[in-house]
């Protein structure tokens, strides 16, 4: 039995103004976020009615809403672009969204930005249907002033609007639509590899964490840049530099990777397409559940010049390795698996399908997660299944939380 590597936590490249994409929400319900002891006295605090509040949902509360003017987990030119957005929908005199009530119009305001393109991708989630006929006027007007406002035009890429009458506090629902409002409706972002220079992109005394580059082991054969085409609903890691760092890490603990990679969870590319351009694996079969990422993930295949290299389904992992007969027949010479699952880990039937396919084929499991807890569980079942756990990563990708992404190798 090989011995259990653990490895130091990497450090996120950057502490603070890290994330290329964030989630504001509108509300009625503000909160200053104080603690008051009274029980009585806080509650009257926290309820508070105002139909000027934008932010973020207080920490266990569904309806109340902590008002904020700047993110520090985003850059400034980010935090222009939601301080704009902000206050021309607030000036529009059109209601916020009432998650109590669910009366109201504006309900989610999500920025993206391309940290090494700097395009910025902008989706504005309202509820129509609560468009009184008498505001409707208002709404045009705010249309008209947001196409013509001058910092807008010149930052925005690309403006969505994702019409969402559903009373789940969701950015939009199965009966939703989402219309461009301007641009092409997604927006190109790059992972370049190797030591970065970004101590420019950004203001203030924050520098960029450089030692824990040095620090990562790398590969020669790393490509220069990925280039990705992301969509409103795309899944994309959330730190840009944090990510070409973790699979930086990846490919030099996954090692050699001569034949065919598996993906089951392979979103719009990011992971396998570093992989592949770095000359790791020769041909790729990637599953997705999200037919909007498997859109992006073949375009982003092609303006890679891999176009002819992958093979995807757009599935639930679980679904379409026990019922898809074309897809079972097509995964031969597996050298890589790869598994970045979302929090809730690996349904049981991914798990006992990998360990069918490892009796068949000695392939290497490469597993990132976001959620240790459901991770040790998982890896739990596969050391019963005859893998073995050789090395663990952890990599801070989230920093100023609790959460912390984590790279394990099974052999």
Known sequence: MPELNILPIVGSPLEKWYRNKIEFSFGKYITNGEQVKNGEAREKQLNVLSDRSVGFHRQGEFSKIVDITNCGLISDQANEVFARVKWLCLASGLPVYDQKTHQGFFRHLVIREGFHTGQFLVNLSVSEENLKTSKSGKWDQLLEVLKKDELLKDKVT?????????????????????????????????????????????????????????????????????SFRISPFSFFQTNTLGAQQLFSLGMHIAGQVEWNILDLYCWTGSIWLSFLKAGKGEQLIGIEIVEEAITDARYNAKINGLENQ???????????????????????????????????????????????????????????????????????????????????????????????????LLI
């Not at 997604?186 to 924050?206: A, S």
């Open 310 to 408: 992958v093979l995807f389904v757009a599935n639930p992992a679980e679904k379409a390795l026990t019922s898809n007969d074309e897809l079972r027949a097509k995964i031969k010479n597996i050298w890589l698996v790869i598994v970045d699952p979302p929090r809730d880990g690996l349904h049981k039937n991914v798990i006992s399908f990998l360990a069918d396919l490892k009796k068949e084929q000695n392939f290497k499991l490469l597993y990132i997660s976001c959620n240790p807890v459901t991770m040790v569980r998982d890896i739990e079942l596969f050391a019963a299944q005859w893998f073995q756990i050789q090395t663990v990563q952890p990599v801070d990708m989230f920093p100023q939380t609790h959460h912390i992404e984590v790279i394990g």
């Open 158 to 226: 690309t403006f969505v609007i994702t019409y969402n009458n559903g009373l789940a506090d969701t950015i939009r629902n199965d009966k939703s639509e989402t219309k461009t409002f301007w641009g092409d409706g997604y927006m190109y972002e790059k992972l370049v590899f190797g030591k970065t220079e970004e101590t420019g992109r950004f203001n203030g005394d924050m520098e960029i964490n450089t030692q824990s580059f040095s620090q990562s082991p790398t590969n020669h054969q790393i490509p220069s840049e990925v």
